[in-house]
């Protein structure tokens, strides 16, 4: 069974940096898509940034010019770089890979973002 691996989350203060790594297990063939997610408490889980195989990107109007989604074909890793962190950035961030045979979610890690 494949799984994501998540790393990279934890506590910084507003206006800092975290970078988010999640890894497949193994590789997997034809990826679509690979996006982040997150949930706050009491929110629903929300789409933060996509990346397709062609490296067409989508972010969330939250998130534009601060976030960054990028992947690593060879590694089956997709990274998500976080600058400037606010509170409200505060969430569980989740990976999705999204191939011809898998729906893949990972574990989720926690950011922490204080003022």
């Known amino acids: 069974q494949v799984q994501l691996v998540e790393s990279g989350g934890g506590l910084v203060q507003a206006g800092g940096s975290l970078r988010l790594s999640c890894a497949a297990s193994?590789?997997?063939?034809?990826?679509?898509?690979m996006r982040w997610y997150r949930q706050a408490p009491g929110k629903q889980r929300e789409l933060v940034a996509s990346?397709?195989?062609?490296?067409?990107?989508y972010y969330a109007d939250s998130v534009k010019g601060r976030f960054t989604i990028s992947r690593d074909n060879a590694k089956n890793t997709v990274y998500l770089q976080m600058n400037s962190l606010k509170p409200e950035d505060t969430a569980v961030y989740y990976c999705?890979?999204?191939?011809?045979?898998?729906?893949?979610w990972g574990q989720g890690t926690q950011v922490t973002v204080s003022s």
């Open positions: 999705r890979i999204l191939s011809y045979d898998y729906d893949l």
């Open positions: 193994e590789s997997i063939f034809s990826i679509n898509h």
């Open positions: 990346i397709t195989t062609g490296s067409n990107t």
